[in-house]
């Protein structure tokens, strides 16, 4: 038999410390770029965006990659990337962790939307009250600290 796969995952990591350093100008070229990382993995990318503190991907990976090690080549990668064409020059990296969390293909539209529609949404709500409201919507539990 073959191997089947739909696994979508929704990836969501911050800038160090949640600096607001993700300069909108720079926008197609840092998304392009973590784009083209996923591709050359062969992973299917349905929607990434940004606002100035942090990052959301919605993708579907080759079966033979792990999650881990496709959200260290993207934040390397991007790093090296952003330093090598001197861009973002506030820029310090990124948090230590990440989110990723898998999503059912019925609410694979919902989420492209609500990716989409990042800078609206950020008017209203800043990155740590979203991502606890994902982390609880998911039945995470966590400790505020290791969020902080």
């Known amino acids: 038999m073959s ?17 607001r350093t993700l300069h909108d100008s720079y926008r197609e070229q840092l998304l392009g770029y973590i784009c083209g990382l996923l591709k050359n993995k062969q992973a299917h990318v349905y929607r990434v965006n940004m606002v100035e503190d942090h990052i959301h991907i919605l993708c579907s990976l080759h079966r033979s990659d792990c ?14 990337m952003i330093k090598r064409e001197g861009i973002l020059p506030d820029f310090h990296g990124w948090q230590n962790g ?11 539209d ?3 939307d609500y ?3 990042q ?28 969020i902080q």
């Open 3 to 19: 191997t089947f796969t739909q696994l979508l995952y929704h990836i969501v990591f911050s800038t160090k410390n949640r600096e």
């Open 67 to 80: 999650i881990a090690d496709i959200v260290k080549l993207i934040k390397n990668s991007a790093t090296i």
């Open 98 to 108: 990440y989110g990723a969390f898998t999503v059912s293909w019925t609410e694979r």
């Open 110 to 112: 919902a989420l492209i």
């Open 115 to 117: 990716i989409k529609h």
């Open 119 to 146: 800078i609206e949404h950020h008017k209203h709500e800043d990155f740590l009250t979203e991502f606890k409201k994902i982390l609880d919507a998911v039945g995470i539990d966590y400790k505020d600290a290791y």
